[in-house]
């Protein structure tokens, strides 16, 4: 009767022999094609450090009115721009500006690669049914596997530092920004479409100039989940080397410094807020947009 307490399992030894060949098989892939993969992300590296030396580099005040400016542009509200004004200044003043800086430069280049790679992939998600049923398995499994599992085959690839870190974001932050250019494109009201092949228009153009714009403000959220997904990924890739706001975190975990947990997790909470006003701010604005388009 013991069979009933006891689930089936492989035999102790097929077991381990069947992680020992994917551990060694991995192994060989990395040393036969590590160099060339590291080579291929060389382009993106030499982007992230010169985002990083701009945003470290360039006098605070010049930033400050950069960040500004932009926060304006995208919202036209006073509230969301003194927002951003109070919560720059008090990063300054704790003395948290040179990491607060490294970690908005990562976030910049992790949302602009998603940007780059997950609106083609949802567009064309949106065109085959097919596709759509391919990929979303994948996206589940990227939106729940455990973030600290992707650090481990990045790691074996591309070492420790701020690439494989990097990849590590954009793997966790990216199924939103997907997800939702694929449901934006679809939520497009057929009777538009129908309008625009009535006038003649090929499929690039009606995705040019009626699907994107139509679908932007839906596209927009996809962008502000991707920005707060990415920021909470922050201090796990810091693990292996991302510098920012997550080492000093990581520093207070394992020496169990209160206070500089606190002020480095508050730090990211604020750079946070303003990513998501900032960026729903301007979604709203494209809706009023659209509705009076419609209207």
Not at 10 to 39: H, P, V
Not at 88 to 100: E, K, N, P, S
């Amino acid at each position: 009767m013991e069979w009933l307490y006891e689930f089936p399992h492989m035999n102790d030894d097929s077991l381990r022999m069947l992680k020992k060949a994917i551990d060694e098989g991995f192994r060989s892939f990395t040393r036969a094609y590590g160099s060339a993969i590291e080579g291929f992300f060389s382009p993106l590296q030499h982007f992230l450090i010169a985002s990083e030396r701009f945003m470290t580099q360039t006098p605070w005040p010049i930033i400050l009115l950069i960040i500004l400016a932009i926060a304006w542009g995208a919202s036209r509200s006073l509230k969301v721009v003194l927002g951003c004004l109070v919560t720059l200044l008090a990063i300054g003043y704790f003395d948290m500006w040179d990491d607060t800086m490294r970690t908005v430069s990562m976030i910049f280049v992790c949302t602009l690669l998603s940007i780059a790679i997950g609106i083609p992939t949802g567009i064309l998600m949106s065109r085959s049914d097919r596709l759509q049923r391919v990929v979303n398995p994948v996206l589940d499994v990227m939106q729940t596997m455990p973030s600290f599992v992707y650090l481990i085959p990045v790691v074996m690839l591309l070492g420790i530092g701020k690439v494989p870190g990097l990849i590590a974001v954009v793997i966790y932050a990216i199924p939103p920004m997907i997800r939702l250019t694929n449901l934006g494109i679809r939520l497009v009201d057929k009777d538009v479409l129908e309008a625009a092949d009535a006038f003649g228009s090929s499929g690039w153009q009606k995705l040019k100039n009626v699907q994107l714009p139509l679908a932007l403000p839906t596209i927009m959220a996809g962008i502000n989940q991707t920005i707060m997904m990415a920021l909470a990924m922050v201090v796990i890739a810091s693990m292996i080397g991302v510098q920012g706001l997550g080492q000093p975190v990581l520093k207070a975990i394992a020496n169990q410094y209160f206070t500089l947990g606190i002020f480095n997790g508050l730090a990211i909470v604020g750079i946070a807020i303003i990513f998501d006003r900032v960026s729903q701010a301007y979604g709203e604005r494209l809706q009023k947009h659209r509705e009076i388009v419609h209207g």
